[in-house]
């Protein structure tokens, strides 16, 4: 399985593609991607089904996974029940993707940890930086 660890320490930008998923599939990258960001956001009534974690399984086998599921605020496609999104970052986390986590899902799921927090998203709550210090 695809980690993050080597290409985070080698201190040189990661190329990611981005991949919005319209339905779960799964489509091999050109060569030059390193890793895929799949956008689930843009997925018709989202949920955690087995072909979803079949497609998530996949990607993560093959290349270092980042799993985003935007809400519209932030610029995602879809609406998403905010307990299927936290299920659907988990278990991404259990195959060894990296969950992209927004503020808000952050805050209202604090044990949601061990994935990204987009820089963007981050400067946004000035209360962030407390909360995460009585996280750890």
């Keep these: 399985m695809p980690t ?18 319209k339905k779960p599939s799964f489509y091999y990258l050109p060569t030059s991607c390193e890793a895929v960001e799949l956008r ?15 497609v998530i399984e996949e ?11 935007r809400e519209r605020e932030e610029g995602g496609s879809h609406f998403v029940n905010p307990e299927v999104k936290y299920e659907i970052l988990e278990f991404s986390k259990s ?22 927090l987009p820089r963007v998203q981050y400067c946004r709550d000035t209360c962030l ?4 210090m009585h996280m750890n």
């Design 40 to 54: 689930l956001d843009y997925i018709d009534n989202l949920g955690l089904t087995q072909e979803l974690k079949g």
């Design 4 to 21: 993050w660890g080597g290409k985070l320490l080698m201190n040189k930008p990661v190329l990611v593609c981005a991949i919005p998923l």
């Design 95 to 116: 195959v060894g993707a990296l969950p992209d986590i927004e503020v808000n899902l952050l805050s209202k799921y604090q044990r949601c940890m061990g994935g990204i």
């Design 129 to 132: 930086a407390r909360m995460l």
């Design 59 to 69: 990607y993560a086998s093959h290349y270092p996974t980042i799993v985003t599921v």
